[in-house]
């Protein structure tokens, strides 16, 4: 079974400044992507950025950057320039795909982020 | 529209009664999940659709909990004899048929068991 970890409930960052959000996971599988989506109190689950699995190069999508490290099964989320708006709970999310029964995402227990005026 | 749309919004329901949960997913996406999320917890897989086909449905926590897409598009997840433990919001996400599609996520309906 796939489990994703977030280790970090709770975090704030100052506006304008970096904060980096962790997230490590464990599973068999050499084929895999990951996720990082962002949920505001509108609850609507809002994708960030998507990392292949066997691509080598970080994903970056604008302020948002990821420390993809394979061997340590490791993938945080780098968000640069803070910006109140950035407030949310973020979630690291697993997934294999191509499967009969469909993607399977499997997600971590969440980050919630506050940024500071 | 063109995104997911769910509804309602919010649901109270009293212990014992029956609710449905309605999804619209993205004009011309194959797969629909349904997703249940407790307070401050991450989104739990409960069922998967292609299309019309209830491929997956392993993660139903109980044979209370029944889900359809008859036509594969509008879903709904029924709930019957509602219990105090099903308050959550159950999320609805749709996607396309493919190795690197990401799920595309409605608001959610919270329900709220009394």
């Known amino acids: 079974a796939q489990t994703v970890t977030q280790s970090q409930p709770e975090m704030s960052v100052q506006e304008a400044e970096t904060v980096t959000l962790s997230c490590t996971y464990d599973?068999?599988?050499?084929?895999?992507?990951l996720f990082w989506y962002k949920q505001p109190p509108s609850r609507q689950m809002i994708l960030v950025i998507r990392?292949?699995?066997?691509?080598?190069q970080n994903a970056t999508e604008n302020r948002f950057s990821v420390n993809f490290q394979k061997a340590a099964k490791s993938f945080s989320l780098k968000i640069s320039d803070s910006q109140l708006g950035d407030t949310a709970m973020y979630f690291c999310a697993f997934m294999k795909p191509y499967r009969i029964s469909g993607n399977q995402f499997y997600f971590g227990t969440g980050t919630s982020l506050t940024v500071i005026p | 529209g063109a995104g997911v749309s769910q509804s309602p919004r919010y649901k109270v329901a009293k212990r014992g009664q029956d609710v449905a949960l309605r999804c619209d997913p993205i004009s011309g996406h194959v797969s629909l999940f349904w997703y249940q999320q407790a307070l401050g917890q991450g989104p739990e897989f409960l069922t998967y659709f292609q299309n019309e086909a209830q491929l997956d449905k392993s993660g139903l926590p109980s044979d209370r909990f029944f889900a359809e897409r008859p036509e594969g598009s509008v879903s709904t997840l029924k709930i019957q004899r509602t219990q105090q433990e099903d308050s959550a919001v159950y999320l609805c996400?749709?996607?396309?048929?493919?190795?690197?599609?990401?799920?595309?996520f409605g608001n959610g309906t919270r329900l709220t068991v009394t």
């Open positions: 599973t068999s599988e050499s084929n895999y992507y």
């Open positions: 990392q292949e699995a066997y691509k080598q």
């Open positions: 996400a749709s996607s396309l048929f493919g190795r690197a599609s990401a799920l595309h």
